[in-house]
């Protein structure tokens, strides 16, 4: 008696849910397949009808393009749903691949396929694939899929068939033998020895060669050396009257015979007084010979305590220039004077007016 009442009250509220969930469909939808140089509706169109294929299937040649419009419903409101694909098979093989629809928020969506979209296994001969619809969203309405229409892939036959790659595979691979270099070898002996000789008959002619080099090379610098290091005297007109400490000589008369000079250890004489042997004994020949070509001795007028020299200034005259004329002195005062107006100018900023008093 309990489960005739818990069944009674079951079947109408699920046969009451039945009725009001809502289920995906689509509306004013068509299938359009266009070739490379048709115009404008050019083509065949056929329009597609919910939960119903075309009798006859649809041609895509190799330079056609298939397009697909639709408008997807839930229960009888145009709406975007989660997902919205075309589904191809081929019933042969079962193979099948999805491509989605592009749709937007008002529900209208499209699609546009060409030989190039396709995969390469339904592209090896031709033949017939199943074309359904697929629309599902999140929610309690009821999916939908059904078959649309059946599409006919027909290939160029002046191209070549596409050719199948074949697919990668993790596996064990083959034996890789690697072939090394070869060792290096020596050349034969008999270059060796040639090349050998060779260097060892450069070696004598390279070493005398430097040497010769540095020989030159150390000449050359003493030769240099010499000559820097050779005194030259200036040269200087004699003056008409040489003044010296020897006395000076008037030159013998002509046809008297000439007094003979001193010589190196003259007899030792010993006297009291200074005469003209002891001159002669004391003096040196080549050095008052060298005195007499230079002349008298020229002071210049420089300024020395010591000095016995009396200038043609008069004693009381300054020597030195005015300072008040030098440009050098002129600047570095002045600048002086800047500096100082520049810091009485700070310290009038710094403190507060001319006062001095502080903030």
């Not at 001193?262 to 200074?274: F, K, Y």
Request: hydrophobic share 40%; with cysteine.
């Amino acid at each position: 008696m309990r489960f005739h009442s818990l069944l009674s009250i079951a079947i109408p509220f699920f046969f009451c849910n039945l009725a009001g969930a809502a289920s995906w469909g689509f509306d004013d939808a068509s299938v359009s397949v266009h070739g490379k140089k048709a115009g404008v509706g050019g083509g065949a169109k056929e329009k597609l009808v919910e939960s119903k294929a075309l009798p006859e299937p649809i041609v895509l040649g190799a330079a056609d393009t298939l397009k697909l419009l639709l408008t997807t419903t839930e229960g009888k409101k145009a709406r975007r749903p989660h997902q919205a694909f075309l589904l191809l098979r081929e019933p042969k093989s079962d193979l099948d691949t999805s491509f989605p629809l592009s749709v937007k928020e008002s529900g209208k969506g499209k699609i546009e396929l060409s030989h190039k979209d396709l995969p390469i296994q339904f592209l090896t001969g031709s033949r017939i694939l199943s074309a359904s619809l697929v629309i599902a969203s999140f929610g309690a309405s009821t999916p939908y899929r059904s078959p649309a229409f059946d599409l006919k892939i027909e290939l160029d036959p002046s191209a070549p068939p596409p050719s199948v790659e074949k697919p990668l595979r993790y596996g064990k691979l083959p034996e890789i033998h690697h072939i090394f270099k070869a060792d290096p070898k020596s050349p034969p002996k008999i270059i060796t020895l040639v090349f050998t000789a060779a260097v060892l008959a450069a070696l004598p002619a390279l070493f005398f060669g430097i040497i010769w080099r540095m020989g030159a090379a150390a000449s050359k610098g003493a030769r240099s050396a010499a000559s820097a290091t050779t005194r030259k005297y200036p040269t200087r007109t004699p003056a008409s009257n040489p003044t010296t400490n020897a006395p000076a000589h008037p030159p013998p008369p002509a046809g008297q015979p000439t007094a003979p000079g001193p010589t190196v250890h003259p007899q030792s004489q010993a006297s009291g007084d200074r005469n003209e042997a002891i001159n002669l004994d004391a003096s040196d020949p080549d050095f008052a010979r060298s005195l007499r070509s230079l002349g008298p001795v020229q002071p210049s007028s420089t300024l020395s305590n010591s000095s016995t020299f009396s200038p043609s200034a008069a004693p009381d005259q300054n020597i030195f220039p005015d300072p008040a004329l030098n440009p050098a002195l002129t600047m570095l005062s002045r600048r002086s004077e800047l500096a100082q107006e520049a810091e009485a100018e700070f310290a009038r900023v710094r403190y507060g007016g001319d006062s001095g008093e502080g903030r």
